[in-house]
């Protein structure tokens, strides 16, 4: 069954009939929702065999390739009693070993967990601990530093190590010996009874057996969440929410074009560029399933490389149908702040074609100096980890203004809920003063559960007009073309006698100022407020030592209405982020000394 048979979204709605919908890109999302994981990645093999799927340290795998190696870690997986709705986490950099794990999982009905490579201990076990996963595949000097730490509090059936270079062939034995001994490529001996190398692993002889998996029931991947508002949760993700997900963007960045081009269309032999983390939501969905949904390649690294030395590889490898980069802001604002003299060694014009910057809102100083001096076409998205995560994403060639949103994705719905009872129904009106509400979301890519959680699961997701909506938490209001604009999360609303302030939007008036690189704000406690609002300001570098906090705090006074502006700020080298380019409010917030007075240390 086609998806839009069975979840319809009317024609009527306003993101449909006005004037903002891209050109080119479907309303409904024209696929069978029987489709699982394994069978997306085995319709892949089966077009694009001979192409080629990855690229990571010089060394390129082609879809073939790549099954035998998926086919052959499935069937160990299976031959060590790995059964379908078992945990599976995978503790990794982005590198071959992750792609073929992922894909082995999910074939066998197995659910993975992606591991980020940066938690520490504890971290680490809490994550083992809510999912339950007693299989680990892990990196070799992730298991030593972090791993084998709590040995005493969990144990593994099995632990499957790898080094990162074990599968890149396309480097020297000689490049690899001097890597490893310098530590730039890092490797530590793994000692456990029940461990094994993943080189000997693929040596299985693949002979997967078949596994029944419904789609729209079977999870596919548990994702953590909520780890900047509270202890971390798992969205559960069924193979419907994360196939749906990938096929949408490609009906977001494949069929949208410049008017009058006569290039191919992007999808098939296009690279996607895969500096984030595939084990978060965002690469995920948007560099390994959509590369694979159209028959593209993944340019992975461990992490984000030096912006010349990523700017250096897109330009030396081949361009076979052109790149597409999604990532957070602060990856695009660093080749924006370049000199053109430094991108035109690497010429990007004319290969790098469309970018998607997610995590947060897309400012105009950085995409027009972004695009003037890359020639490619820059946009914003918006999503969560509980919706695959990619809820919407504005045009590339069409009309669009900053601080919308843009229209949701294919067969996505959203509209404005009253902020403090769902059951009231959507508001109807449109605009600020009357129409802010909570923004919610019903689609194919909404998440079925948090996992083992039904409490936050029966608060998160709720059932109106007989579809299941997700309560994003995101507060907002939408305008009679169905565009959304953010005004900030309902739990970092910070009401100030009375008022209530947007951090959001008190950031974004703040980075408007000349010497502003970036800021951040929250609420602190007061005790004439209630809370008050503080800024934590990271300068410009050719402004560092030029200006001062109350200097900012005076500007504030003239150009924004008294109780938006901050009582306290402070200025600091750098602002705290995830390690995909979301700005840690929380841990800023926590380390504050009056936030400290009342609520006490912050909790590991």
């Known amino acids: 069954m086609k998806y839009y048979e069975k979840f319809p979204v009317s024609e009527d709605r306003p993101f449909y009939t006005g004037k903002f919908w ?28 001979d192409d080629p799927a990855i690229w990571f340290l010089e060394t390129w795998v082609t879809y073939k390739e790549l099954k035998v190696m998926v086919d052959s870690l499935a069937t160990y997986l299976q031959s060590i009693g790995v059964k379908k709705g078992d945990v599976v986490a995978v503790h990794l950099a982005n590198c071959i ?141 069924t193979h419907m929410n994360v196939v749906s997900n990938a096929y949408m963007c490609a009906d977001i960045l494949l069929n949208q074009k410049e008017e009058g081009s006569t290039e191919p269309p992007l999808g098939h032999r296009t690279g996607m560029v895969g500096c984030l983390p595939l084990y978060h939501s965002f690469a995920m969905t948007t560099v390994l399933n959509t590369a694979v949904a159209v028959g593209g390649w993944q340019m992975l690294f461990p992490k984000p490389p030096p912006t010349e030395e990523l700017l250096e590889e897109i330009h030396k490898l081949p361009d076979y149908n052109g790149y597409i980069y999604c990532a957070a802001e602060i990856l695009f604002q660093r080749i924006s702040e370049l000199d053109q003299a430094i991108i035109d060694k690497f010429p990007l014009k004319g290969h790098l074609k469309l970018c998607i910057s997610g995590a947060g ?29 990619v809820v919407c994403c504005n045009n590339f060639y069409g009309l669009r203004e900053p601080g919308w949103l843009g229209v949701p994705a294919p067969s996505t719905d959203w509209m404005i809920f009253d902020t403090e009872d769902f059951s009231k129904g959507p508001i109807t009106a449109y605009g600020e003063e009357n129409g802010t509400g909570e923004i919610c979301v019903a689609g194919p890519q909404v998440m079925k559960s948090y996992w083992q959680n039904p409490e936050r699961t029966a608060a998160t997701i709720k059932e109106w007009d007989g579809r299941k909506w997700l309560l994003t938490g995101d507060i907002g209001f939408m305008d009679e073309n169905g565009r959304i604009a953010i005004r900030d999360r309902k739990k970092q609303l910070i009401k100030m006698a009375g008022h209530s302030v947007f951090p959001k939007e008190v950031e974004s008036l703040l980075g408007s100022h000349e010497k502003v ?26 402004a560092i030592g030029t200006i001062t906090a109350d200097e900012i705090k005076a500007w504030a006074l003239e150009n ?37 007075k009342v609520h006490g240390e912050p909790k590991d």
């Open 361 to 389: 809102p897309l400012h105009e100083y950085v995409r027009i100096p972004y695009e003037e001096k890359t020639g490619a076409k820059i946009t914003e998205g918006y999503g969560l980890s509980e919706s695959s995560p």
């Open 97 to 237: 070993q992750y792609v073929v794990s992922y894909y082995a999982i999910t074939s066998i009905g197995a659910v993975v967990t992606g591991i980020n490579p940066t938690y520490k201990p504890l971290e680490v076990l809490h994550q083992c601990k809510l999912t339950g996963a007693k299989i680990i595949i892990v990196l070799d000097a992730l298991y030593f530093h972090y791993v084998a730490k709590f040995r005493d509090k969990w144990d593994f059936d099995k632990i499957i190590y790898t080094n990162l270079v074990d599968l890149a062939s396309g480097m020297s034995p000689v490049i690899k010996f001097i890597g490893k001994l310098i530590k730039k490529i890092p490797k530590a001996k793994v000692e456990h009874p029940n461990a094994i190398s993943l080189k000997e692993v693929l040596k299985t002889k693949p002979n997967v057996q078949p596994v029944t998996i419904d789609a729209e029931e079977d999870a596919a991947t548990l994702i953590m969440t909520g780890g900047t508002t509270g202890v971390p949760k798992a969205a559960e993700l």
């Open 22 to 49: 891209p050109k080119g890109v479907p309303h409904k999302l024209d696929y069978d929702i029987s489709t699982t994981v394994a069978k997306m990645f085995n319709d892949a093999v089966d077009k694009y065999g």
């Open 517 to 542: 690189l970036e800021a951040a704000v929250a609420g602190i406690p007061d005790e004439k407020t209630g809370e008050a609002v503080k800024a934590w300001v990271a300068l410009k570098p050719d």
């Open 560 to 596: 924004m209405t008294r109780w938006k502006c901050p009582k306290y700020l402070d200025i600091i080298d750098e602002l705290p982020k995830t390690n995909v380019g979301k700005v840690m409010r929380r841990t800023l917030q926590e380390a504050d000394p009056m936030f400290i």
